[in-house]
């Protein structure tokens, strides 16, 4: 019943996340959102966590896949227009490209090149920041679209993977923060 429902803190919320170990392949630790997701009030908790963190953005941008999630709900909640950066060849319309590598294989995702126009000023989202080749590709897109990066914001941070240093070396202006990190 509704009376019976308690505010659950961010800390709470994030236990909902779960370890699979060797998955896409061995030695891979990978962190599934997807209870996380499934629990209406955790998802929000997390939503909100993010969405005080967007400032003087217009955009609020997701990356593929489950950044769009984030993403869309903060745009959302937030009253600004949400733009999506694909994997390679999802996009109807021109785009730009980047390639960049993962812990476990390389990839490429795009965004359409108006989707900054004006020079918007954007918040980029994403579930996991790892070694951070996904997050400087989105990066670098974002700025070639035209765009002014204000921040990104990530789910979970694996720290010992340099991620936020590569970030952070390439793009000293644009702040990082993660709700975990371990």
Same mark, same amino acid.
């Given at each position: 019943?509704?009376?019976?429902?308690?505010?659950?803190?961010?800390?709470?919320?994030?236990t909902?996340?779960?370890?699979?170990?060797?998955y896409?392949?061995?030695?891979?630790l990978?962190?599934?959102?997807?209870?996380?997701?499934a629990?209406?009030?955790a998802?929000g908790?997390?939503?909100?966590? &993010?969405?005080?963190d967007?400032?003087?953005s217009d955009?609020?941008?997701?990356i593929e896949?489950?950044?769009?999630? &984030?993403?869309?709900?903060?745009?959302a909640q937030?009253?600004? !227009?949400?733009?999506? &950066?694909r994997?390679?060849?999802k996009?109807p319309?021109?785009?730009?490209?980047?390639?960049? !590598?993962?812990?476990?294989?390389?990839?490429?995702?795009?965004v359409?090149?108006?989707?900054?126009s004006d020079?918007k000023?954007?918040?980029i989202?994403?579930d996991?920041?790892a070694?951070?080749?996904?997050?400087?590709?989105? =990066?670098e =897109?974002?700025?070639?679209?035209?765009a002014k990066?204000e921040?990104? =914001?990530?789910?979970?941070?694996?720290?010992?993977?340099?991620?936020?240093e590569?970030i952070?070396?390439?793009f000293?202006?644009?702040?990082?923060?993660?709700l975990?990190?371990?």
């Amino acid at each position: 019943m509704w009376w019976n429902w308690v505010v659950m803190k961010l800390e709470t919320a994030l236990t909902f996340i779960r370890d699979i170990p060797d998955y896409p392949k061995p030695g891979i630790l990978f962190k599934d959102i997807t209870p996380l997701l499934a629990n209406p009030e955790a998802f929000g908790v997390v939503v909100d966590a &993010f969405a005080a963190d967007v400032k003087s953005s217009d955009i609020v941008a997701g990356i593929e896949a489950r950044g769009f999630i &984030f993403a869309a709900a903060i745009a959302a909640q937030t009253n600004r !227009g949400f733009v999506p &950066f694909r994997k390679s060849g999802k996009l109807p319309y021109k785009t730009y490209g980047a390639k960049y !590598g993962l812990e476990y294989g390389d990839d490429e995702i795009e965004v359409h090149v108006d989707s900054f126009s004006d020079g918007k000023i954007i918040t980029i989202v994403d579930d996991v920041l790892a070694t951070g080749g996904t997050l400087c590709a989105a =990066l670098e =897109l974002a700025e070639r679209a035209g765009a002014k990066v204000e921040s990104v =914001l990530v789910l979970f941070e694996i720290a010992g993977l340099g991620g936020r240093e590569q970030i952070s070396a390439k793009f000293p202006n644009v702040e990082i923060r993660s709700l975990v990190t371990s």
